[in-house]
T-cell receptor, first 114, second 110 residues
Framework: DGGITQSPKYLFRKEGQNVTLSCEQNLNHDAMYWYRQDPGQGLRLIYY???????QKGDIAEGYSVSREKKESFPLTVTSAQKNPTAFYLC?????????????FGQGTRLTVV | ELKVEQNPLFLSMQEGKNYTIYCNYSTTSDRLYWYRQDPGKSLESLFVLLSNGAVKQEGRLMASLDTKARLSTLHITAAVHDLSATYFCAVDRAGNQFYFGTGTSLTVIP
């Protein structure tokens, strides 16, 4: 089945530690996105990528890094510079063709700082 | 800066009643999306509205788009408990950046 797979589902991070969240899609989508969701709030864009080896900062990129070495994969690293990383992280992907740009979401990773 | 605003933020309604959720956005866009999120879950796509005047219906939900007014509505007809969830609208800015509203948390009371 085609879809977007995020792993792990739950992740615990110690203070000062970097962690990487995985996002893989087999939908052959060009664009991929990372969003952060805090409790009771909407989604905020962290990074997005429209093509392999290229990505752009979203509204809250500080403390995060990404790579796009393969079309299928868009991992997000939460660095120690991110002072408040506890949140629900959602990865999404979409086509880039006109009229077919609906974003599909993975199941999310819940990150908690311990 | 692109802003997407939804109202109400919280909605409690009785089963069988009708109600409308509003989504206003601050910049020109011809594409608008509605998503549903259940507690602790991911987002599920409900509607894709691609042009001015677009109207789509699925079951008890109907979405419409007025690009001139920069307004989309999600109308709920004869609500049932299964519709309880948080509903988000999203606007697609040039370059395939999706910007989401704050969400409307809907609770349908028996």
């Amino acid at each position: 089945d085609g879809g977007i797979t995020q792993s792990p589902k739950y992740l615990f991070r110690k203070e000062g530690q970097n962690v990487t969240l995985s996002c893989e899609q087999n939908l052959n989508h060009d664009a991929m996105y990372w969003y952060r969701q805090d409790p009771g709030q909407g989604l905020r864009l962290i990074y997005y990528s429209q093509i392999v080896n290229d990505f752009q900062k979203g509204d809250i990129a500080e403390g995060y890094s990404v790579s796009r070495e393969k079309k299928e994969s868009f991992p997000l690293t939460v660095t120690s510079a991110q002072k408040n990383p506890t949140a629900f992280y959602l990865c999404a992907s979409s086509m880039m063709t006109a009229g077919d740009t609906e974003a599909f979401f993975g199941q999310g990773t819940r990150l908690t700082v311990v | 800066e692109l802003k997407v605003e939804q109202n109400p933020l919280f909605l409690s309604m009785q089963e069988g009643k009708n109600y409308t959720i509003y989504c206003n956005y601050s910049t020109t866009s011809d594409r608008l999306y509605w998503y549903r999120q259940d507690p602790g879950k991911s987002l599920e796509s409900l509607f894709v509205l691609l042009s001015n005047g677009a109207v789509k219906q699925e079951g008890r939900l109907m979405a419409s788009l007025d690009t001139k007014a920069r307004l989309s509505t999600l109308h709920i007809t004869a609500a049932v408990h299964d519709l309880s969830a948080t509903y988000f609208c999203a606007v697609d800015r040039a370059g395939n950046q999706f910007y989401f509203g704050t969400g409307t948390s809907l609770t349908v009371i028996p």
